[in-house]
């Protein structure tokens, strides 16, 4: 079992900046990649960003390419995702995740955090 705890949301204003942090307990060993989900309200949860915890691939949306950067920190079991000129769009609750094979499926993923909120102002 893998245990995740997301932390770091909030609210920012347009065009800020916030980092969520998920940290990771378990068997984090099993897990080779760990990811970043966002469900806004009433929508399905999309795929943010990705990356294995050796070697540092990384993977984008689109939607957040340029703006988002994740990263690990493997001595602490935490993952990273910094997000800059953040837009309303981005408000949704944030998931990390952690999963046998880095990917931008959902369903790829055996284990999720329980969520943190990031709402950003208009």
């Known amino acids: 079992q893998v245990q995740l705890v997301e932390s770091g949301g909030g609210l920012v204003q347009a065009g800020g900046s916030l980092r969520l942090s998920c940290a990771a307990s378990?068997?984090?060993?099993?897990?080779?990649?760990m990811g970043w989900f966002r469900q806004a309200q009433g929508k399905e949860r999309e795929f943010v960003a990705a990356?294995?915890?050796?070697?540092?691939?990384?993977y984008y949306a689109d939607s957040v390419k340029g703006r988002f950067t994740i990263s690990r920190d493997n001595a602490k079991n935490t993952l990273y995702l910094q997000m800059s000129s953040l837009k309303p769009e981005a408000t949704a609750v944030y998931y990390c995740?952690?999963?046998?094979?880095?990917?931008?499926?959902?369903?790829?993923?055996?284990?999720w955090g329980q969520g943190t909120q990031v709402t950003v102002s208009s």
């Open positions: 990356i294995r915890w050796s070697g540092g691939n990384t």
């Open positions: 378990g068997r984090t060993f099993s897990s080779a990649a």
């Open positions: 995740a952690a999963g046998e094979y880095i990917s931008r499926f959902r369903d790829q993923y055996d284990y």
